[in-house]
C-alpha cells in the first residue's frame, strides 16, 4: 500500500503519474477487499468506483467543489482518498460510517442513504452557490444508475435543466445494478447508449473521409456536424437528456482514468448542467463478486477474502421465512402477487419471482410508484403484497393514505429490517413505521414475534380486502419460537402471573410488540425476582388496540408497553389513548425508541445505549410499581 498510505487529501493525487494512479487503483482495490471482508460492508460498488472517484477528486477541487455521493454507499474510494484509511471498525460503533458523514470529513457534504435524493441536493447547492456570487464552484452529483428509477431524480433533472447556466455536472455510474440488475426504462435507455457505438463511429468516419473530399467535402461535413443532434437520435438515442437541456458526454469506460480526466474536465468547464455517463464494473477486480450476479456482492457480512464465502453461516432469518411463505401463498392463490423497489433479493422475493415470474413487479427505486401501482392491481381483483424496508415505506406515507386507505383497497405491506438495525446508521433503522401509519383510518398492523408468527399474520393479511394491511418484522436471525398459553380477544398470552383471576390485581401487564417478546419474558422474570407479579401478552396485531385489552389492563395495577419503534406516537401511545377512552385509570409507562438519529453500532449497542434491555426497563417498571404503592398508602 505505499503509494495509498501517501494520500492524506485529494490534492496528493496531483502529484502521480499516470502509471502510479493506475497502481493505486489496484492497491484500493486490494485494500477495500482485505477491509471489508473483516467486517462486512458495501463492497461491489465500491470496487466499480475506483477509478471514477480518483478522477473525480483529481479534476475537481473537493470541499470547495461540491461532489455528492447518491447512495452513498459507493463512498468507501471517497473515504481512503479524504484521508479516512482506517477501515478496522467500518459499520462499528466508533468507527467509520458505510455512508458519507458530516461528522467525520468536511468532504461529505450530505449524508443520505436513501436513493434518488442527491440531484435535488446538487441543485439547491448550485442555485445557493449562485445567489452567494459562487459562479466558479461546480456542484458534482455522482448517481448510480438505479437511482434514476427513482421519481424525485426526474423531478430535480426537470428543475436543473431549465436553468441553462447552473455548473451542476451529474455523473451517471451506469453499472446495469441497483442491488440487483436495474429494471425499467430508464435502464433499458442506458443500456442502449451502452451498447452503441455507431454515432461515434460514424462521425469519426464523416470527418476523414469528407474532409478528404474536395471542394465541398468541408462545407458537407459542417451540415453534418450542426445536425449532430437529430444523428444521435437516429443512432443513439442520447438525444432524450439534450431534449431536457442537459449536455451529454459519453458513453465513458468508467475504468479509463485518462478518459474520465478528460470527460470531466469538458463538463468542469461547460458552466452549465452536464451529464457524464459513465460504463463501470460492480465489483470490478474481485473474481468472487464478477462471478456473483445476484448483486455483484453489493452489501457483505465477514467473509474468507480468497473466496468470498461467508465466516460463520447464521440461522434462519426473518426475510428467508417470509419468503418462503410467499411462495406457499403464490400456489394457493393465484390472485396474489409481488411488488419490491429494486430490492427483490434483499427483501426475500427473489423464490417468488422465480415461481411466478408474471406476478413478480420490480418497480425500481419508486417507493411511491409501487404503492399505487398496487392500489391500481387491487382494483382490478388482485391482492399485491409490496416487500420494502421499513424505513422506505416513509416515502410511500401519502400513497398508502390517499390511494390505497381511502379507497379501502386490500393491499399487504411488508416491512422487513423493522426497528433498530445498527450498523447501516440513522437512515436504515426502521422506527419510524408504526408512528405514521398509526394515523392512516382503517389500517391493520401486524407485529409478529417468531418465525410461526410471520407465517400465520402474513396469512391474515392477505386474507384482508377492504384495507391496507402492514406486516413488519427484524432483521437477521429469527430465533426460536416463543409459544402462547392461552388466547384473551385477538392477543396471544405469553405468561400469566397467576393472580389476575384472584381477589389481588397483577401487579404489571406488559405488552410485548414484535420481536421484543423474549426480552419482555427475560424482564418478567427479573421482577418476579422482585416480587413483581406480571402477565406478558403479544397483540399480534397492534393495530388497531385490541378491544380486549382495556379490560385486561383494568385487572392489572401497571402497564408497560415495550416496542421497537419511536415511542412518539407509537404503539405505546395508541393503548394509552384506548385507556383514557375506556375509563381505564391504570399507569401506563411506553418504553421505545427515543425520537433521535441514533449513530451506527450494533443491534445490541444500540439498544443498550437507549435502555432497551430487560435490566433497564425492570429496574424503571420496579421504581414505578414502588410508587404506586406509596400513593396508595399515602391515599
Keep these: 500500500m505505499a503509494l495509498l498510505t501517501r494520500i492524506r487529501g485529494p490534492r496528493d493525487l496531483d502529484r502521480l503519474t499516470p502509471g502510479q494512479l493506475s497502481a493505486l487503483a489496484e492497491e484500493i482495490r486490494t485494500f477495500l477487499v482485505e477491509e471489508v471482508s473483516k467486517t462486512g460492508g458495501h463492497l461491489g460498488p465500491n470496487l466499480g468506483v475506483v477509478e471514477l472517484t480518483i478522477a ?6 473537493s470541499p470547495r467543489d461540491r461532489i455528492l455521493f447518491d447512495t452513498g454507499h459507493q463512498s468507501y474510494v471517497h473515504k ?30 450530505i449524508e443520505n442513504s436513501h436513493a434518488s435524493t442527491v440531484l435535488g441536493y446538487a441543485d439547491g447547492l448550485a442555485k445557493a452557490n449562485r445567489i452567494q456570487g459562487h459562479k466558479d464552484r461546480p456542484v458534482v452529483a455522482v448517481i448510480g444508475d438505479g437511482a434514476l428509477t427513482g421519481g424525485m431524480a426526474w423531478e430535480a433533472l426537470n428543475n436543473i435543466a431549465d436553468a441553462r447556466d447552473l455548473p451542476v455536472v451529474i455523473v451517471v455510474n451506469d453499472n446495469e445494478r441497483s442491488y440487483s440488475p436495474t429494471i425499467g426504462g430508464m435502464a433499458n435507455h442506458l443500456a442502449t447508449l451502452r451498447t452503441t457505438q455507431g454515432y ?5 468516419w464523416g470527418k476523414d473521409a469528407l474532409q478528404r473530399t474536395p471542394v465541398v467535402g468541408q ?47 469538458k463538463a468542469r468547464g461547460f458552466g452549465g448542467p452536464v451529464i457524464v455517463h459513465c460504463l463501470t464494473e460492480k ?28 465466516v460463520k453461516s447464521s440461522g434462519k432469518d426473518w426475510t428467508s421465512v417470509f419468503g418462503e411463505e410467499m411462495v406457499a401463498l403464490g400456489h394457493e392463490r393465484p390472485d396474489i402477487v409481488a411488488i419490491t423497489a429494486a430490492m427483490l433479493h434483499p427483501v426475500g422475493l427473489a423464490p417468488f419471482a422465480k415461481a411466478f415470474p408474471e406476478r413478480t413487479f ?17 382494483s382490478n381483483g388482485l391482492h399485491p403484497v409490496v416487500a420494502v424496508y421499513a424505513t422506505f415505506l416513509n416515502r410511500a406515507f401519502d400513497q398508502v393514505l390517499m390511494d390505497v386507505a381511502l379507497h379501502r383497497l386490500g393491499v399487504t405491506f411488508v416491512l422487513d429490517r423493522a426497528g433498530v438495525t445498527g450498523t447501516d446508521g440513522a437512515s436504515h433503522n426502521g422506527m419510524w413505521d408504526m408512528s405514521i401509519l398509526q394515523v392512516v383510518p382503517g389500517l391493520r398492523l401486524a407485529a409478529p414475534r417468531d418465525a410461526d408468527q410471520v407465517r400465520a399474520q402474513l ?21 426460536p419460537a416463543v409459544p402462547a398459553l392461552a388466547r384473551i380477544g385477538g392477543m396471544d398470552v405469553l405468561r400469566e402471573s397467576g393472580e389476575r383471576a384472584g381477589e389481588r390485581r397483577a401487579d404489571v401487564l406488559i405488552v410485548s410488540v414484535g420481536a421484543m417478546a423474549p426480552l419482555c419474558l427475560e424482564t418478567a422474570e427479573l421482577l418476579a425476582a422482585q416480587g413483581i407479579t406480571s402477565t406478558v401478552v403479544d397483540p399480534r396485531w397492534v393495530k388497531p388496540v385490541d378491544a380486549a385489552l382495556p379490560g385486561l389492563a383494568a385487572e392489572h395495577r401497571v402497564v408497560v408497553t415495550v416496542e421497537d419503534n419511536g415511542r412518539a406516537g407509537g404503539v405505546g401511545s395508541a393503548i394509552a389513548q384506548a385507556l383514557r377512552d375506556a375509563d381505564v385509570d391504570v399507569p401506563l409507562r411506553d418504553f421505545g425508541i427515543p425520537q433521535k438519529f441514533l449513530d451506527h453500532a450494533s443491534r445490541a449497542e444500540i439498544l443498550a445505549e437507549i435502555g432497551l434491555t430487560a435490566p433497564d426497563i425492570a429496574r424503571q417498571v420496579t421504581a414505578l410499581v414502588s410508587r404506586v404503592d406509596g400513593a396508595r398508602v399515602g391515599a
Design 283 to 310: 465489483g470490478r477486480g474481485y473474481k468472487p463478486a464478477e462471478q456473483n450476479e445476484e448483486d455483484r456482492f453489493h452489501a457483505v457480512s465477514v467473509i474468507h477474502p480468497d473466496t468470498g464465502l461467508p
Design 200 to 204: 461515434e463511429r460514424f462521425l469519426s
Design 362 to 378: 420490480d418497480v425500481g427505486i419508486a417507493e411511491q410508484h409501487a404503492a399505487v401501482s398496487a392500489a391500481g392491481l387491487a
Design 459 to 479: 396469512r391474515e393479511a392477505v386474507e384482508v380486502t377492504d384495507a391496507p394491511t402492514v406486516v413488519r418484522y427484524s432483521k437477521g436471525s429469527v430465533g
Design 219 to 265: 462545407q458537407l461535413f459542417g451540415t453534418l456536424h450542426g445536425a449532430k443532434k437529430g444523428l444521435k437520435d437516429f443512432i443513439a438515442p442520447q438525444g432524450m437528456f439534450e431534449d431536457l437541456g442537459l449536455k451529454y458526454i459519453g458513453p465513458i469506460d468508467g475504468h479509463d482514468l485518462t478518459a474520465l480526466e478528460s470527460a470531466l474536465t
Design 56 to 61: 473525480l477528486h483529481r479534476v475537481f477541487d
Design 80 to 109: 481512503l482518498l479524504t484521508g479516512r484509511q482506517d477501515f478496522s471498525r467500518l459499520k462499528m460503533k466508533g468507527g467509520l460510517s458505510g455512508y458519507p458523514s458530516r461528522a467525520e470529513s468536511e468532504h461529505d457534504v
